[in-house]
């Protein structure tokens, strides 16, 4: 069973930065792709970036500009720098890995980990 941990979140001051950090159980470059997630309270889940074993990244409208998602195949880790952090992006924070088999989707996650901006 593939196993994501999270680490990294805290609280910090609007204008701050954080750095989060997930590794994974196995090597991620078995992944056809990474992502970070969040999900604010009363809100939806919703992706804030990824990456895939291709190389291309994507980001979330609200995120671009100021977060960066990277990858270290080496320690099987996979990044989010978090910059100009606001009091919107306060949420729980989730590692996600993504892996086909044929047609088939699998879902991996982390437990999450909390992000807190203070105005």
Do not use: H
């Not at 195949?73 to 044929?102: H, I, K, W």
């Not at 989707?105 to 901006?117: F, I, L, P, S």
Request: aromatic content about 12%; overall charge negative.
């Amino acid at each position: 069973q593939v196993q994501l941990a999270e680490s990294g979140g805290g609280l910090v001051r609007d204008g701050g930065s954080l750095s989060l950090s997930c590794e994974a159980s196995e090597s991620i470059t078995s992944f056809f792709s990474m992502a970070w997630y969040r999900q604010a309270p009363g809100k939806q889940r919703e992706l804030v970036a990824a990456i895939f074993s291709s190389g291309p990244t994507t980001y979330g409208d609200s995120v671009k500009g100021r977060f960066t998602i990277s990858r270290d195949n080496a320690y099987n880790s996979v990044y989010l720098q978090m910059n100009s952090l606001e009091p919107e992006d306060t949420g729980v924070y989730y590692c996600n890995a993504v892996r086909f088999s044929g047609p088939s989707r699998t879902d991996y996650w982390g437990q999450g980990t909390q992000v807190t901006v203070s105005s």
